[in-house]
Structures are given as structure tokens and as C-alpha cells.
């Protein structure tokens, strides 16, 4: 099973709209794919329309440390599922604070037999942009963790203090049986001004330099109005924008091409096409 966090030490960098474009696309491949939204602003709650709500959500998974039924809601796409975020004072911080094993808390829940292969092929962790155990457990509770960056000054220094910042004080200790992921960085929301293709090249050379900790995927995810109004809409990108006149990429080719990058296993599997659940559950190795 492939298990994402999308996580940032920045707001604004577009991690919600990664999380939950990505699972939407794995869902309309035939992927059974479950969001788990670690945000205290419940925005991936809410990104897509509820069919089923379940009665509880984030704060008993993590206070219980177990994923029951009970807590895992259906939205209106076929195939995908979200544990919603019900911790709008942030308490949750503080209860893990005070918790000797707060860092495996989610990735302990997550193997709760609700969320085993025999349910789900892929978990998307959304996570704030706040640094704190809330945080620290969503990045530990991942195989991979996709950081999206925004290709300006002050976004490029803050992830590359920050991350790093991170995976220092994730590293594990010799009893622990987590540990971070490897990181794969996004550039996202990147606009058409010569000043953010500089500042995109910059990044990719930075992280050159720090030995393979950090991967800049080639996919950049574009500046473009097709994302906030299939957000608006509450519809996956890549339905919203099949298609696209100019040198853009239109997002269901970005989407496409992002999530082939992520698992490779998948690459060359479109949405609407044949279920792919062996391809998505192998792209955990991959």
C-alpha cells in the first residue's frame, strides 16, 4: 500500500489541492484510495461532496489510536474516502504533546485492519502548515511525503530550512520502527513571470547538493485558474480541464504526469481506463 503525506512547514503552497487532486485521479484509475485530512482548517474535509458522513473522524483515530468504520466518511467519487478533520481548537496538538508515542500514534492507526489492502490501495495524508506533533506524526505515518513548493524567495528559503529543519528532528530513534520517508518535492503554483522560472532552477540546484534527501519532481504544477474552480465546483481537477489551447499543460495532463512521477508503476494508466489495483498497490516499492 502506497501511504502519502503532503506536508510543508509553509501555508499556501497549495498542499490541499495536491492531496486531494491525487486521490481523486487514483480514484477514477479504479484505485481505492482513503484522504486523511491532519489539518486543524479542515479544507480537504470539504474539498469534495460527502455521500455518507461518518459520526466521528480525525480525534478518535488519533486519541484511539485505531481506524474504525465509524470514522471514515464516503465522498461522491466512486472509490474515495476521507477521515475528516474534527479538531477545530487544535487540542489534538496538545494531547499528542503530552503522549510518549506521539510519533507513531497515526502510523500505528493507519494499520488498523479498516485501512489494510483489503480495503485500500493508497492513504493521503493532508497536513497543516504548522510545525508540531500533529505534523510530525502524519510525515512518520508515510511511505513517501510530497512538499509542495511555490517558486518565490521566501517559500524556496522556508522549505529548504524547514524541511531539513524536519528530517532532523524525525530522524529515528534505535527503537523506532518509523521513520521519514523519502521526500519528493513539488514546485507548484508556479506562474508565467521569468522571476519564478529563476527561482524554480535555483531550487532544483539546491537540492542537487543535499545527496538525494530531496527530489524535485519534473512536473511542475502550473498557476492556473483550472484548480480553484474545480475546487469551487468541488470536481477533481483533471475532469474540470480534460483539455487546454496553448503551450500550458491542461491539469489532467500535469495530473497525469505528477502521479506517474510519484508511482512510477502507474505510468501510462489515464483515468477512465481499466482498474490498475495491483499497479497502485505495487507503487509502494517503486
Request: hydrophobic share 40%; net charge negative.
Given at each position: 500500500?502506497?501511504?502519502?503525506t ?87 496538538q ?49 511511505t ?9 524567495i ?16 524525525l ?15 513539488v ?27 530531496v ?52 505510468a ?16 509502494a516499492?517503486?
Amino acid at each position: 500500500m502506497i501511504k502519502f503525506t503532503v506536508l510543508s512547514t509553509k501555508g499556501g503552497v497549495g498542499k490541499t489541492t495536491l492531496a486531494a487532486n491525487l486521490g481523486a485521479l487514483m480514484a477514477d484509475m479504479g484505485l481505492r484510495v482513503l484522504l486523511v485530512d491532519a489539518d486543524v482548517q479542515p479544507a480537504l474535509s470539504k474539498y469534495y461532496r460527502i455521500k455518507r458522513e461518518a459520526p466521528f473522524g480525525l480525534t478518535k483515530v488519533i486519541t484511539t489510536g485505531y481506524v474504525t468504520e465509524d470514522c471514515i466518511s464516503q465522498t461522491v467519487i466512486d472509490g474515495l474516502d476521507v477521515i475528516r478533520s474534527d479538531d477545530p481548537d487544535g487540542s489534538l496538538q496538545t494531547w499528542l504533546l503530552h503522549r510518549i508515542d506521539r510519533g507513531e500514534r497515526l502510523g500505528n492507526a493507519l494499520n488498523s485492519p479498516a485501512v489494510s489492502e483489503d480495503y485500500y490501495d493508497c492513504v493521503l495524508i493532508d497536513t497543516q502548515g504548522t510545525v508540531g506533533p500533529l505534523q510530525d506524526t502524519a510525515a512518520l505515518a508515510a511511505t513517501q511525503i510530497i512538499s509542495p513548493i511555490k517558486p518565490e524567495i521566501l517559500s524556496a528559503r522556508e522549505f529548504k530550512t524547514g524541511t531539513m529543519e524536519l528530517l532532523a528532528r524525525l530522524e529515528p530513534s534505535p527503537n523506532s520502527k518509523y521513520r521519514v520517508g523519502p521526500v519528493k518535492a513539488v514546485i507548484s503554483m508556479q506562474d508565467r513571470t521569468a522571476d519564478a522560472r529563476i527561482i524554480a532552477e535555483s531550487i532544483r540546484q539546491d537540492f542537487i547538493k543535499l545527496g538525494g534527501r530531496v527530489t524535485v519532481l519534473d512536473t511542475v504544477v502550473p498557476d492556473a485558474k483550472s484548480y480553484k474552480e474545480s475546487a469551487t465546483l468541488c470536481i477533481p481537477a483533471h475532469r474540470h480541464e480534460p483539455s487546454r489551447k496553448g503551450t500550458m499543460p491542461s491539469a489532467y495532463e500535469t495530473m497525469h504526469a505528477l502521479l506517474w512521477e510519484l508511482v512510477p508503476s502507474l505510468a501510462g494508466h489515464y483515468a477512465g481506463s481499466e482498474a490498475v489495483q495491483d499497479k497502485g498497490r505495487d507503487g509502494a516499492e517503486a
